[in-house]
C-alpha cells in the first residue's frame, strides 16, 4: 500500500560536489515533487544538495518530512520549517523512519553516506524486503561508476544478475519524473 501523499525519499549529498550540474539536479528534483504533488521524504539537513532538495520542495509547496539524528542537528543544520521533522536517536533509525515513509528513492549525487543508503535499500530489495523502486539520479555520469562496480560484482558471481532489476539508472529529473510517475500509477487501483 503506498504511503499517502506519495513520497519520494531523496538520498543524496550533504555537500554540493565538484559540478554545478548536480546542486541544480537538487533544486529540480525539489521542483519535480512539489510540481507533480508528491511529499519529499529525506535527510532534513539544510546543507549541500540536501538543502537545495529541500528549499526547491518547500518553495513548490510539497510537503516535507525530514529525519536526522539528535547528534547531526547542528552539524548538517536540521531544517525546522519542514511540515515534519523527525529527530532519531540513531543512524540506522534514521534511516528506517525514511524508509518506511516512502513509496520510492532516489539517489542523487553524493558521497558515502549516499552510498550507505543506497546500499543498503538495495540490499533490502535483494532480500526480498520490499517492492520499492529505487533509482540513480545519473547527473553528468556521476553513478556510471557505481553501475560499473554492480556489474563486475555479477560478473564476478557475488551477486544475482536480477539486482540488475532492482535499481534504475536514470539521466535526467525528467526521466526520473516519469520512471516515478509509471510506477505510481501502477499502485492506483
Ligand atoms: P553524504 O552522501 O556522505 O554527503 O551523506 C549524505 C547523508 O547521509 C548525510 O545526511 C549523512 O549524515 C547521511 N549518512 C551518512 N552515513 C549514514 C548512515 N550510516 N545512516 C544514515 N545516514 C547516513
Given at each position: 500500500m503506498p504511503v499517502l501523499p506519495l513520497s519520494v525519499c531523496v538520498f543524496c549529498g550533504a555537500r554540493a560536489g565538484a559540478d554545478p550540474a548536480y546542486v541544480q539536479a537538487g533544486r529540480d528534483m525539489g521542483q519535480l515533487i512539489a510540481q507533480r504533488g508528491w511529499r519529499l521524504v529525506y535527510g532534513?539537513?539544510?546543507?549541500?544538495i540536501m538543502g537545495e532538495v529541500a528549499r526547491a520542495a518547500q518553495t513548490g509547496g510539497a510537503p516535507t518530512f525530514g529525519v536526522i539524528p539528535t547528534h547531526l542537528m547542528q552539524a548538517e543544520q536540521g531544517?525546522?520549517?519542514?511540515?515534519t521533522l523527525v529527530v532519531t536517536e540513531t543512524m540506522h533509525e534514521r534511516k528506517k523512519v525514511m524508509f518506511t515513509n516512502s513509496d520510492a528513492i532516489v539517489v542523487l549525487p553524493g558521497g558515502a553516506g549516499s552510498l550507505d543508503e543506497f546500499f543498503e535499500v538495495l540490499t533490502w530489495r535483494q532480500l526480498g524486503l520490499h517492492k520499492k523502486p529505487i533509482l540513480l539520479l545519473?547527473?553528468?555520469?556521476?553513478w556510471k561508476p557505481l553501475a560499473a562496480l554492480i556489474e563486475h560484482v555479477i560478473e564476478q558471481k557475488?551477486?544475482?544478475?536480477?539486482?540488475?532489476?532492482f535499481f534504475s539508472v536514470v539521466d535526467t529529473v525528467d526521466e526520473a519524473g516519469q520512471a516515478l510517475d509509471a510506477h505510481f500509477d501502477s499502485l492506483m487501483p
Open positions: 532534513a539537513g539544510d546543507i549541500g531544517r525546522q520549517s519542514l511540515s545519473n547527473t553528468n555520469g556521476y557475488f551477486a544475482e544478475s536480477n539486482v540488475r532489476s
